[in-house]
């Protein structure tokens, strides 16, 4: 509910609770940017991982001080931190990432009318789209992130594209990105485009939640994706296609809660075709649904948006649409419990093989308890808490899926669940400083899920209390 007395006060008060929020704000932007430009994944994690810190602290702290800042001026605040927190992702190329390089490379292959799911990018009969930049040689390999690939006569290059041995594993809608991109861009643009599409795409899922919530929430709460630190290093910086997904899937869900279920269906199928991802968000959107015609007016149009993306490139493939999915789950970890750093909270209390059978179970139920219990005009909370569960029971290690997180986090103002998307990105960074990468990302998982059960517990009990001994009505509300 909006604080309406907070939305509609003026006078110095609350022109210094702007200012406050305003100031944290372009510190925010300054430390975002100092972080951006600072080039130390590979060579000093450590420096890294403070410079994340000192982000975090000061969003954390834009975000608590906005809270208290009248309504309008929240909006207008937000937007404009949005974009120029995006900006500072535009100051370097990608960091911590090198999968915008092979969205480049998948956009090449199909503007020369060539199916991204027949040929790995190491393939010999793609020899003639290489250049310079994505296949560089000599002096050039010795940095980091570098495969070596063959060439023609015997010679050795390398590339800047990771598992140059394997087809692409990136779904429809992402591709057709990646095909429209490289056919917008100048020649010898490179990645920038790209940032700039992420960047674009980063503040319209700004403007999408805040017009969202101006139905079903406080805007304010938009803050938590519009100022997050972790949005313009990954959605920006390191351009992942997941930012598109996380629009198509807020746009959904704002559909479906608007009893629009056709259309947001639609958009949830886009979203789900553009990462795979977004379908742990699908048991929210049937939050609450008792007819199977309600819960088919989503899923249909869901399903039909998946498979008429997928239906050009399947016609137009002589490989397998799926790429490297089945390779990239094997080599994750995601079959093997006892390999590598998933399941990690489950290992700790349960045998390794029974980890996969127990998240299932565990899914199944908080899948269930949504379906049943979930609030039908607040779709995204009960995709919060599907969504928050999976990555606290899998323990991804790969910081950028989180954005999805950190959407869902603005759109339902359950601040708590942000510390889960924070533990991402110490699993993916803070780990590489230290000699037990997997110790430090379970510890930063544990430390997330005690933060959500002790804060869903307060909540509750607060809500149980008598409404005369809950604080004064003076007190500005969080959500």
Sequence with gaps: MIN????????????????????????????????????????????????YAVCWLLFAGAVWSVRRVPLRQAVVLVL????????TGLAAPPRTSTDAYRYAWDGRV????????????????????????????GAACAGPDRARVGSAGGSTVCTRLNRPSAQTIYPPVAESYFYGVQLLSPADA????????????SVGVTAALVLILR???????AACWAWCPAVPVEAVNNAHVDVLGVLFAVTG??????????????MLGA???????????????????????????????????????????????????????????????????????????????????????????????????VLWRGDPERPWRGALLVTGTAFLLLTPGYSWYALLLIALVALDGRREWLTVAAAGAAKYVTGRAFDAPDTVGTVAYAA?????????LVRRRRAAEPRAARPSAATPAES
């Design 271 to 369: 979203a789900v075709a553009t990462k795979l991802m977004p379908a742990v968000v699908l048991p929210g959107a049937l939050s609450g649904v008792r007819r199977v015609r309600d819960a088919a007016a989503v899923l249909l149009p869901a399903a039909a948006v998946v498979g008429l993306t997928y239906l050009p490139y399947l016609l137009g493939s002589r490989a397998s649409v799926l790429g490297y999915l089945g390779g990239y789950v094997e080599e994750e970890g995601y079959e093997d419990a006892s390999a590598g750093g998933r399941y990690a909270l489950l290992r700790l209390v349960l045998p390794a093989s029974w980890a996969l059978p127990v998240l299932l179970v565990a899914m199944a139920g908080v899948c269930a308890h």
């Design 190 to 201: 490179r990645l920038k485009p790209l940032q700039i599409g992420g960047a674009a795409l």
């Design 110 to 137: 199909q503007a020369a009318g060539i199916s991204p799911y027949d040929h790995a990018p190491g393939d010999p009969r793609l020899m003639h789209l290489r250049d310079d930049w994505l296949f560089p040689r």
């Design 4 to 51: 309406r007395r907070t939305s509609c006060r003026t006078g110095p008060r609350a022109d210094r609770r702007t200012l406050l929020a305003g100031a944290l704000v372009a510190a925010l932007t300054a430390a975002s940017l100092h972080t951006v430009r600072y080039d130390g994944f590979h060579d000093d994690p450590a420096g890294l991982s403070w410079r």
């Design 215 to 221: 139905r079903r929430g406080d805007p304010r709460t």
């Design 80 to 87: 404009a931190g949005s974009a120029v927190l995006a900006a």
């Design 448 to 456: 997330a899920a005690l933060t959500v059960v002790t804060a869903t």
């Design 253 to 266: 869900l704002g559909l479906v809660a608007a009893r629009r279920r056709l259309s947001g269906g639609a």
